[in-house]
């Protein structure tokens, strides 16, 4: 297994008032070249029935962020994996999200969408003082909890 190092810088703007932050980019997201690209992901479906914005190109769905004050990036900054599920990354190196938020001082909340991101943070930035929720995982692994009940809990948290 070779290490892997994160494709994309963050999807982040001055006015940025939340970071969402997942783990590590799907295999999918490495071959589309950008964030949350699985077709079975739900995250941008769940984004755009939110906002009402459409999110089917890229440049949608960064102005999306834009309009509605959000960051995105991922915990994650390389590691050594087989697939595209968290528990099978290894050998892992977190991103600078310390110095993100220094760079970014709008930022008030964190959202991470996946657990292992919520624990990488909590273990290696456990001295940064930001308000953390967890959001549920819009994987198609993750198939515990209906698309709408994911809607309702993301606009309650972010909106």
């Known amino acids: ?37 699985h077709p079975k992901n739900q995250f941008w479906k769940i984004l755009s ?24 990036w991922d915990m994650v900054k390389s590691c050594k994996r087989k697939n595209s599920l968290d528990n099978n990354l290894q050998e892992i190196e977190v991103n ?19 657990r292992l991101a919520e624990r990488l943070f909590k273990k ?7 308000q953390t929720f967890y959001l549920p995982s819009p994987s198609p692994a993750y198939a515990a909890m209906k698309f709408e009940d994911k809607c309702k809990i ?3 948290l972010l909106f």
Request: cysteine-free; overall charge positive.
């Open 154 to 156: 993301y606009k309650e």
């Open 49 to 72: 029935q939110i906002t009402r914005y459409p999110a089917i190109s890229k440049d949608q769905k960064i102005w999306l962020l834009k309009e509605h004050h959000l960051a995105l």
């Open 96 to 114: 600078d999200i310390k110095k993100l938020l220094q760079e970014y001082p709008n930022i008030e909340k964190i959202a991470f969408t996946s």
């Open 124 to 130: 290696h930035f456990k001295d940064v003082k930001v």
């Open 1 to 37: 297994m070779e290490k892997a190092l994160h494709p994309f810088q963050p999807i982040i703007f001055k006015g940025s008032k939340i970071l969402i932050l997942g783990s590590f980019p799907s295999i999918k997201s490495f071959e589309e070249n950008f964030y949350y690209a």
